[in-house]
């Protein structure tokens, strides 16, 4: 497995070099993250909060840790002093405690909202109606210690590249039409997360900012 070659014909495809690369490092061995990291990757994705707070203190403190994976409230606690984004913020509650974890660390955690753009039922996310509803609540307008820095969202896996392509330029919509919007100081749009290895191409096309690679990098999962 050559993680370093992989890295390179991975970023030779790249349709925006100015796009983000995440690597996507869930379930792979420390080893595996530190030849990433020294082919120049400084961006690492996991899914897990007990695998992020293990893999952290073994590697270099100028690594950007990815919060990439479905993120229980009673869990932010554990992550909230180091990691650099969070994903997959699909509640009002989470944003909340996420808030109050900030708080207590004087830190402003920067997340991104995950909105539900597949039609797969098992993906998470707000719909536009739960997002409106949060955007107007007077609660969410007084929060302190986060940083929305943009929006999240996984297509549907699926052969069809149309229904892929409409569901990353729905997001993309979405994302302009906030942008368009008189919002709170603590949201500055700036990232669309959306591609994965096997559609990332597609989300590019379609304005992703930012991509979450695993295989393609670190070949199937352990």
Sequence with gaps: MDIKANLQEVKKTFLNQDCQLVAVSKTKP????????????RDFGENKVQELQAKQPEMPSDVNWH???????????????????????????LLREINKQGKKLDR????????????EETKF???????NEMLNNTDFKSLTHVKIK??????TFTE???????EFKSLKTLFDELKAQ???????????????SGDYLIAQEEG???????????????
């Design 125 to 131: 996310g707000f719909d536009q109606n739960e997002l």
């Design 208 to 222: 992703s900012t930012m991509v979450r690679i695993g295989s393609a990098i670190f070949g199937g999962r352990s």
């Design 108 to 119: 402003k955690i920067n997340v991104l909202l995950q909105m539900h753009i597949a039609e």
């Design 160 to 166: 069809n590249i149309d229904q892929v392509r409409k």
């Design 150 to 155: 943009g929006l999240m969202g996984m297509a």
């Design 67 to 93: 919060m990439i994976g479905h993120l229980q409230s009673n869990k932010v606690k554990y992550i909230a002093p180091f990691v650099y984004l969070i994903h997959g913020v699909d509640s009002f509650k």
């Design 182 to 196: 008189a919002l709170p100081e603590f949201i500055q749009l700036t990232d669309i997360s959306m591609g994965m």
């Design 30 to 41: 420390l080893e595996d993250l530190k030849v990433a990291y020294a082919a120049g990757i």
